[in-house]
């Protein structure tokens, strides 16, 4: 098992954290804690061999704590800052999550990590884990800044989400959700999988299309244009669909 230790200085950072977790069978949680000082004693005690660090932190920003650990155990920086991502790296840090960060792109850094960490061993997928993991997209969801407050969005739920210049709308089976967010961020944090860009102001869940023609895809009742530069791809995963 990975040992893995969680800092963050926002309570809910270390509730999706600690939930994601659980659900990876070859990791560990021994602790989490919004005190980076405390995570520094775990780490030099030897007992971590991951940390899920977040960058800025008012005691002791991660960067700092990547500086004062010097090694000692590997690093995932998890951050809604794009801008640190250079200096992590130029500290060895095993990956780079920008929040909202969706279970999907937690799992690829956590695998990312078993193979620096672990490196003899090989993960083996079961159909019963496959069918779990299915499961997981299901219960799975994100956190955005709506207004005043945090908001859970499953992905499930979401139909489509178009860009609005700097803020996106995220239409779901229920309500239209508007935070401030740009869409390449977005794109990057859902499933591909489940989730594709078809136009520079649109991303739809796949399995909620209902019919495309020509070159226009309908969900309920919105015409979403595919752009020409997303066309190509687009069709390829529609085809792949054996449609």
């Given at each position: 098992?990975?040992r893995?230790?969680?800092v963050?200085?926002?309570?809910?950072?270390?509730?999706?954290?600690?939930d994601?977790?659980?659900?990876?069978?070859f990791?560990?949680?021994?602790?989490?804690?919004?005190?980076?000082?405390?995570?520094?004693?775990?780490?030099?005690?030897?007992?971590?061999?991951?940390?899920?660090?977040?960058?800025?932190?008012?005691?002791?920003?991660?960067?700092?704590?990547?500086?004062?650990?010097?090694?000692?155990?590997?690093?995932?920086?998890?951050?809604?800052?794009?801008?640190?991502?250079?200096?992590?790296?130029?500290l060895d840090?095993?990956?780079?999550?920008l929040?909202?960060i969706?279970?999907?792109?937690?799992?690829?850094?956590?695998?990312?990590?078993?193979?620096?960490?672990?490196?003899?061993?090989?993960?083996?997928?079961e159909?019963?884990?496959?069918?779990q993991?299915q499961?997981?997209?299901?219960?799975?969801?994100?956190?955005?800044?709506?207004?005043?407050?945090?908001?859970?969005?499953?992905?499930?739920?979401?139909?489509?989400?178009?860009?609005?210049?700097?803020?996106?709308?995220?239409?779901?089976?229920?309500?239209?959700?508007?935070t401030?967010?740009?869409m390449?961020?977005?794109?990057?944090?859902?499933?591909?999988?489940?989730?594709?860009?078809?136009?520079?102001?649109y991303?739809?869940?796949?399995?909620?299309?209902?019919?495309?023609?020509?070159?226009?895809?309908?969900i309920?009742?919105?015409?979403?244009?595919?752009?020409?530069?997303?066309?190509?791809?687009?069709?390829?995963?529609?085809?792949?669909?054996?449609?």
């Amino acid at each position: 098992m990975i040992r893995c230790l969680i800092v963050d200085d926002e309570p809910l950072a270390l509730h999706i954290l600690e939930d994601y977790i659980s659900k990876v069978p070859f990791m560990e949680l021994v602790k989490s804690t919004t005190n980076p000082i405390e995570a520094l004693t775990l780490v030099q005690d030897g007992n971590i061999d991951l940390v899920f660090l977040d960058v800025q932190m008012p005691e002791l920003t991660g960067i700092q704590f990547l500086r004062i650990a010097n090694g000692k155990t590997k690093v995932i920086l998890t951050t809604a800052y794009p801008q640190y991502a250079l200096e992590g790296y130029e500290l060895d840090v095993v990956d780079y999550l920008l929040k909202p960060i969706a279970f999907d792109r937690f799992y690829k850094a956590a695998q990312k990590a078993q193979g620096i960490i672990q490196p003899s061993k090989t993960p083996v997928v079961e159909p019963v884990q496959i069918q779990q993991q299915q499961h997981d997209f299901l219960s799975d969801f994100i956190f955005v800044k709506s207004e005043h407050k945090i908001q859970k969005v499953y992905l499930h739920q979401i139909l489509f989400i178009e860009g609005l210049k700097d803020y996106i709308s995220i239409f779901t089976t229920t309500e239209r959700i508007i935070t401030l967010q740009n869409m390449k961020r977005m794109e990057d944090t859902l499933p591909g999988k489940h989730f594709i860009r078809v136009h520079k102001s649109y991303i739809v869940a796949l399995n909620k299309i209902d019919s495309i023609e020509r070159s226009r895809i309908r969900i309920g009742d919105k015409i979403i244009p595919v752009g020409d530069t997303y066309r190509d791809d687009f069709f390829k995963v529609i085809d792949g669909k054996n449609v």
